[in-house]
């Protein structure tokens, strides 16, 4: 269970974008090996390769990128050319990502999420 309190009158899309957001920290304390997946080298290694924050926010520790980077992968699906533009944009991140997401849910698990041709639930 997720909930999300909001001190403000959210505007068209914000409740869905912190749901987002929040999922992608709900995410990171389902690492087996660590308290928490943000925290690994392996992610802290694909944040350095790829230089760039995804967002201000983001920047500001490795908890909050993995959320925020977690938030723009969702957003995303549905449309190939924004996943491509991720993978394009943040090449460490996404393998990083995917290799952590796939580890939670069966290989495959990422590809299928995004696949416009399938649905989570194959």
């Not at 309190?5 to 999922?23: C, D, S, V, W, Y």
């Not at 943040?90 to 990502?97: E, I, K, S």
Request: no cysteine; glycine share 6%.
């Amino acid at each position: 269970m997720m909930a999300i309190r909001m001190n403000f009158l959210p505007k068209n899309g914000q409740i869905a974008m912190t749901g987002a957001h929040e999922l992608g920290h709900s995410l990171s304390f389902n690492d087996a090996n660590s308290d928490d997946y943000s925290h690994t080298q392996a992610w802290t290694d694909a944040v350095k390769a790829d230089a760039d924050a995804v967002s201000d926010y983001g920047s500001s520790n490795n908890d909050e990128g993995f959320a925020e980077f977690t938030q723009l992968v969702i957003s995303s699906l549905g449309n190939p050319y924004d996943i491509q533009a991720i993978q394009t944009m943040y090449p460490h991140r996404w393998a990083a990502f995917e290799t952590y997401f796939n580890s939670l849910n069966g290989d495959g698990a990422l590809e299928k999420l995004y696949s416009p041709v399938s649905t989570p639930f194959n």
